[in-house]
């Protein structure tokens, strides 16, 4: 039974959460104008890119036919097709919206971009996606609608954020910025978002490789490759796909960019100490813990790992065009071919003019999975997997992964298939062919597998190519199991 002191309270709870999802509720879907920074705040959502910090964006289109502007709730709609089609009743898929309004440039129905508010309202930039072969005429009269409609500033300036629009640059006639200008005022870069545990300790491009998986890395400089770390703050700064940046997306390991970090006190008195690393939309926190947390988180994480079993498919003995492949492909040739596969196919669907690798021919993963039984590289890499369970100490992974690579590498490729993708490289009149990586472990929703494999040039009569400086043990230093 209720006492009636408890039911006056939840009644009262019940009446605030009313207020508070009335409250909520008066966000609108949409504004045909901004006045003011609490009606930008109302639609404010995520930027279109995490390479810039201290960034507040709302998504902008311009309907054409109707000569009306919309500034979307950023919040509610990710992209701007979502939009027209549930409240300007588009009635076509989200593919035929993306080919029409961002690949195709006459007859558009929709001009859009994203309006973002740098520092505190020192800078608004108008960004239109990478992929947008929007004309000139076209970013204008977008500009247009924009500073009849938007009141935070006199002077948005058109965001020069790829090759096509540097060389527009000069016809457009708009205040522009580039991304260098805006760097220049830029401290931070929150670049993978997390939290961690470990020991503060710093490095640089020369040493990084004596960085354990332990550490939390203050990092000086930007190396080719970086091993498994507990969290990295770079001096840096990083693009969205630098090799870096996904390596820690991957990997799920926070990562930031700070121009200043190696000269910061507060950075510099949590070195070699045991430090919590946490990195949100909102900023970055480093503050100094216990070894007993450090130890606590990482057992914990150990503990929760999981095995995944990975499709294979080994019935395919010969190599096979990319062109005939598709996503059904993943366990045949890997994701990386099966995807080049399903792309050729978007491709001459939708009658486009892209660059894609030519005669491109993909290799079966039934000559990997001969090759490391041939060696007898399956027997240590179960072994791995066995002992993975335990807990295997980082120094013991990397011994064991060390020999897996060198009973591959020495072991002979089968003759056959070097003599199948000899002709094939012949017949298509080539006297070099690049090779790439393509398992059914990378490229794959939520794992990209960057880092994992190099790409290598083979030429027609030479027999070795000569092996990059740390190539040897890359495998080993950068798997991160």
């Known amino acids: 039974m209720y006492r009636p002191a408890l039911i006056s309270t ?22 045909s104008e901004i006045q003011d920074l609490a009606q930008f705040n109302s639609l404010m959502g995520q930027p279109n890119t995490t390479k810039f910090s201290e960034v507040e964006a709302v998504k902008v289109l311009y309907h054409i036919s109707s000569k009306k502007t919309y500034y979307i709730n950023s919040a509610n709609h990710d992209y701007h097709s979502t939009f027209c089609q549930q409240h300007l009743g588009y009635p076509r898929s989200i593919t035929e919206f993306n080919l029409e309004n961002y690949t195709h440039v006459e007859n558009r129905a929709y001009l859009m ?113 970086l091993a498994p770390v507990s969290g990295v703050i770079s001096s840096d700064f990083q693009t969205p796909l630098s090799h870096i940046t996904l390596l820690c997306k991957n990997r799920g390991t926070p990562f930031i960019t700070c ?129 993975s369970r335990l807990g295997l100490d980082p120094r013991e992974t990397q011994l064991l992964l060390d020999s897996i690579q060198n009973v591959i590498l020495r072991y002979p490729i089968q003759t056959r298939l070097l003599h199948e993708v000899e002709q094939w490289v012949v017949s298509h009149n080539y006297t070099s062919f690049r090779f790439r990586s393509s398992t059914n472990a990378e490229d794959l929703e939520g794992f990209n597998g960057a880092g994992l494999y190099l790409s290598k040039t083979g030429y027609i009569g030479q027999s070795k190519k000569k092996h990059r400086k740390g190539d040897k043990n890359r495998m080993g230093k950068y798997l991160g199991i």
């Open 113 to 225: 971009a994203t309006i973002n508010r740098f520092f505190d309202g020192n800078l608004y930039t108008i960004e239109f996606s990478v992929g947008d072969n929007i004309s000139v005429k076209q970013i204008q009269l977008l500009y247009g609608m924009i500073q009849q409609s938007f009141h935070l500033t006199n002077e948005a300036k058109t965001f020069i954020n790829t090759s096509r629009l540097r060389g527009m640059k000069d016809q457009l006639m708009l205040p522009n910025v580039e991304a260098s200008e805006i760097f220049v005022h830029q401290r931070v870069q929150l670049l993978n978002e997390g939290t961690s545990y470990g020991i503060l300790r710093r490095f640089d491009a020369a040493n990084i490789e004596e960085a354990s998986i332990h550490d939390i890395v203050l990092l000086q400089g930007n190396p080719v490759d």
């Open 259 to 387: 121009k200043d970090c190696m000269s910061d006190a507060e950075i510099l008195a949590l070195l070699n100490k045991p430090v919590r690393f946490e990195v949100s939309s909102l900023g970055f926190k480093l503050t100094t813990t216990t070894r007993d947390s450090v130890d606590l988180f990482w057992k914990s994480k150990v503990g929760k790992q999981k095995l995944l079993a990975l499709e294979k498919d080994t019935t395919v003995h010969a190599l096979i065009p990319v062109s005939k492949l598709s996503f059904q492909d993943i366990s045949k040739v890997g994701a990386k071919a099966a995807n080049f596969g399903a792309l050729n196919q978007i491709i001459r669907e939708e009658h486009l003019t892209v660059k894609v690798p030519e005669d491109a021919v993909a290799i079966p993963i039934y000559f990997y999975e001969y090759h490391i039984k041939a060696c007898g590289a399956d027997v240590l890499i179960n072994k791995l997997i066995d002992l």
């Open 10 to 31: 939840l009644i009262s709870f019940l009446i605030l959460s009313a207020d508070l999802n009335s409250l909520a509720q008066k966000k609108p879907e949409f504004l």
